[in-house]
């Protein structure tokens, strides 16, 4: 039997495919292409590869543990599995259904403020008019360079190798392609200089995004954006630093496959802006420390333990041909990453804040940078002052019941009706819904506290089953609430709120909020000093700001000083790529900037228990709810 | 037939292989490693590549041009042959006898003057001791450095991705390889600080040479030579040239065969000093310009038409990594070149110029560093001036009938009786002769020269033939003697001077004198002003300068201020290797000499003619002999 194959049907596409029976089903839709919304690498460990097996079911292997622990008994009773926990077995057919396969376009955060600033970048490129000489042919052009654009270049040496035959080739002209005003890069027969492309990439633990500009003008050509593939090695940044360390080599299999990756979004950029790769002569490079860190192919290991350093916390340029990955731009062009400010907070955070800092800030300025590391950067006329929160997921949709990415399926926004209890919801795209990203579990929690369902302390009112089906018992003392019923979703069962997901948004919230209070004690600061607040990330994008204050994720700045700055990592690596300025503003900042370590400070512990609370409500519309169910009961 | 494999039996080893009959013998004998002495790479061109056909004559090919042109009518009746005008024959068996095979191993002049410098190399080692620091590991070793060694200075990239686990695993100490006391280019684990080596290359035309040094001592410890592979695509410089324009990716053709003949070198020094490759630093490459260009893959194109530009004349330095050969050494190592003076005038004379200037000079200073091109140098105290002198291979061996590089088979100094005309040869290791070298024709014509056989006009006179048997009629008006009868040497026939052979020898010594006498009249200079002169190249080492002065090399410099150097360029790579002074002088040496073009000099057409004829010798020895011989006859 075991040498028949298996033919096995992926629901709702219809996609077959026939394989040998005990082939591994996560290992099979990996190769398909059927990619999850988050994973593991197939561990067993995220339970997000669930699939609802419709055929064959009677000849499966048994449940494991790990299936035990990921799905809801009712789940497991209606034929769901983790594909990663499945291997096909030897029946006549077999057939899964899967929503992770009809998942739309991720929608990745990769739009930042805009911000216009005058072009002064590192490359620029300039025309030569040949002449007749008995100079030596290097010698000739840096003469040349030198009386028509008073420019006192040195030629690297891979420009030698090419400059007889561009001279040849250019019948009269050549284009010098100049790095920093004072070494030439690449020349080019004939008039080249329109063609001088850049990009910015921001190299987050979930997603890259790459960004096409145009150095001459300093403007945005196109952008694509992927998840990051080094997730199939772990989801979080703590379990691809083990990977990295579990054996010699593994840091350079990371380097790859990312660089692999930047290599496709930049391909993509150029094919959309209908331009050639070979005319990009710079990439700037943003990202945490761990990003940053294995782009570069350094070892994290030292990030992961106490006192968390970085191998270097510099600036790195290298020439793309460096790189153990081609990535199709010119082989000289120079890649470069933003300084680090510590072991937690990286080029990213730099980035975001020279994206925010455009003029001379004046007061007290503060910038929330919120992911599953939150950084926060408190900084007034005295200098700045960093820290980093161990905010986890969930604010990014992971580590929830029904958490997914911002997709076109995820609800990012929910109102609770306080008489009834009764939700509407929005998706991004107005799908039907498989899941809730990041802002709609803020903005469901946001609700269900205003509306009273859950209480400060965190718990789901139980009481209130009485009252409503949407509020129901899981087990002993633990409730779920149910934001949409089955039939509203793509998936085909409710998607709630657990009382676990309440938690989860509980430590989130907690870890940034003691941050920001902490790091303003430590700068003798209130929060009514806060002349501007500023959130970044994928978060602070679609997020809506009074929701997010209701839950307590930061002191109480009022709301007209809180702006949203979306992926400010990303429009300040696009800074730097085209203003020379601004990366010496990068280099200052990074310096400048003083970390704090939080988890040294004596109040931690208690100012993290405190804030795990919620802030009262404005209007406690909690008890008039409670009254009402109790009066209703009464009256029975 | 053509299916059959036929037994070609090779004489005298009698390494026997079979090989379908239509082979082409040269190519075959080239892939066997049966290489020549001196090749045009099997197209008929040079005539070295002469094999005897023992059995199998019946059924070979006839003779072709290139046979007839470049074998004797003797030869050719004796079964004398072209390889690489032969395909093997379908016959029972085919047997070939080849003296080429059995040559000593060349004997490559590589031994310089050697000279006591103080080391001051660009890369030295530092030990650290390591602390515990919340610095970035960069930071913490840069201020070590710092602290320790009063060092400031930056880090390599890939250094960084080394630095933790060479921390790691250096147990407390780590060992910084520092470049040019600013750049750290390595670390490595635990005190490695005695093994600090760089290697020095001569690339010649013909020979390659490398010398292992310890950079700590200065001292050489070993050293290897071979020929330069790309003679397979040409003997000399211009046919190279020409191999490099014929089609786009040859000149990468030509650099990666020589670098891997150096990588090669590199590695037989390393196992004769028993070192690790890695463990070696810093290279430093000398060679004419066509050499360097095509070591560094620059196309060789300009330096072929006037004005004879190279593309840089700049010293390159690069990392070993990115050439496009491995070398062995370690992968953050520097290659460097020295500067070039002009088109003609290379690295090699700018090298020869540092070796032999060891202090101050004073008064008038002259270098020769004789090749297939002369480079002639002049200095006084207003500066230098060089020349390039298309002297023509005969004095390396070439373009001579029975020429052939210096090997144990090679004639190297001939005596002749004055009364006899009787012959005393002396081969380098005194086995039986194969040909003649450079030293041994130069010391050939000075001997006929002054017991008169040739004339001051160059004519060997044929009337001698009257006296002895070793003159002897070749064809109307062309004379040979006979240095050697068949039975005294290796190859079975007799090794002549030919009227063609003492042309091509009035020819070389003509474009040298010229070279020297118009440099001189340029200068304002007389013989007697000059102080010092040098002979440099393969040939300064045999030679005996009072034979080539009586054949007028050069002008009348009295014998006690001639000194020879042997490779001196060899010699000044090697200190600008250890030496960070010398590569400074070399720096200075080529900035401030003027090169001097020959050809547009409107005397020289004259001058050259009038140096076509030998100086008349001391004691006219020609009359004597020739009226004995007129005696003689007249007693008859």
Redesign the interface.
């Known amino acids: 039997v075991s040498e028949r194959l298996i033919p096995v049907v992926f629901q709702p596409s219809g996609k077959t495919v026939s394989v040998p029976s005990g082939t591994n089903l996560f290992s099979l839709m990996t190769e398909l292409g059927l990619t999850h919304s988050a994973t593991c690498g197939g561990k067993g460990k995220c339970g997000k590869c669930k699939v609802k097996v419709e055929t064959g079911v009677e000849a499966i292997n048994a449940s494991t543990e790990s299936e035990l622990k990921h799905l809801l008994p009712q789940e497991i009773g209606q034929g769901y599995r983790l594909a990663c926990a499945i291997s096909v077995p030897p029946v006549p057919s077999f057939t899964v259904r899967t929503s992770s396969i009809r998942q739309g376009k991720l929608k990745l955060q990769t739009e930042g403020a805009l911000v216009s600033i005058s072009p002064d970048p590192a490359v620029r490129k300039y025309v030569i008019r040949l002449i007749d ?7 000739m052009l840096l003469a040349l360079l030198k009386r028509k654009y008073a420019l006192s270049c040195q ?1 690297d ?2 420009v ?2 090419m ?3 561009a001279i040849e080739r250019g019948k009269g002209f050549v284009t010098c392609v100049v790095y920093q005003g004072n070494t030439v890069i690449a020349v080019e027969p004939g008039d080249t200089g329109r063609d001088c492309l850049g990009f910015a990439a921001d190299i987050g633990t979930t997603k890259v995004a790459v960004y096409l500009m145009d150095l001459n003008s300093g403007k945005e050509l196109s952008f694509s954006a992927a998840p990051n593939p080094q997730a199939i090695y772990g989801d979080d940044v703590m379990s691809r630093i083990a990977f990295s360390m579990a054996r ?1 080599g593994n840091t350079l299999i990371l380097q790859k496959i990312l660089l692999k990756e930047v290599a496709h979004l930049v391909r993509d950029c150029c094919t959309k802006a209908r331009l050639k790769p070979r005319s990009i002569y710079e990439g700037c490079f943003v990202g945490n420390p761990c990003m940053m860190h294995l782009l ?4 994290p ?2 990030l992961a333990f106490f ?1 968390y ?6 600036s ?3 020439k793309a041909r ?1 790189l153990p990955v081609r990535l199709h731009v010119h082989p000289a062009g120079r890649i470069f990453t933003l300084p680090l400010i510590a072991g937690f907070v990286g080029a990213d955070t730099v980035a975001a804040l020279i994206a925010v800092r455009q003029n001379k800030p004046h007061g007290v300025q503060m910038l929330l940078d919120i992911g599953t590391n939150t950084e926060v950067v408190l900084s007034d006329e005295k200098g700045f002052m960093a820290c980093s929160c161990a905010s986890g997921p969930a604010f990014e949709g992971m580590h929830i019941t029904h958490g997914r990415k911002a997709d076109s399926a995820s609800i990012e926004k929910v109102s609770v009706d306080p008489e009834t209890l009764e939700v509407t919801f929005q998706t991004i795209d107005g799908a039907k819904p498989a899941g809730i990203c990041g802002s709609g579990i803020a903005s469901a929690i946001a609700e269900l506290l205003r509306v009273g369902v859950i209480g400060t302390n965190g718990k789901i009112r139980g009481e209130l089953s009485r009252k409503t089906h949407r509020v129901r018992k899981v087990r002993e003392n633990f409730f779920e609430f149910v934001l949409a019923w089955k039939h509203e979703t793509d998936i085909g069962y409710d998607i709630t709120v657990s009382q676990k997901d309440v938690l989860e948004v509980q430590k989130a919230k907690a870890a940034i909020y003691t941050g920001c209070t902490l790091l303003m004690r430590q700068k003798g600061i209130t929060a009514d000093q806060v002349q501007s607040m500023t959130i970044a990330g994928a978060f602070g994008q679609h997020v809506d700001k009074a929701s997010v204050r209701a839950i307590g994720m930061f002191p109480d700045v009022p709301l007209d000083r809180i702006k949203e700055a979306g992926n400010a990592a990303g429009t300040g690596a696009k800074m730097a790529l085209i203003s020379r300025q601004k990366r010496e503003e990068a280099a200052h900042v990074a310096r400048s900037t003083k970390y704090y370590e939080l988890a040294l400070d004596e109040d931690f512990t208690r100012e993290y228990a405190t804030s795990m609370l919620f802030p009262r409500q404005p209007s406690p519309m909690i008890n008039s709810v409670e009254e009402k169910v109790e009066s209703k009961n009464a009256h029975r």
């Open positions: 000489s008995d100079l030596p042919a290097e010698e030629m040496y891979e030698l190798t400059l007889p035959a010699e570069l192919g350094f070892s290991r030292s006192p350093k970085s191998v270097s916390h510099h790195v340029t290298l460096e």
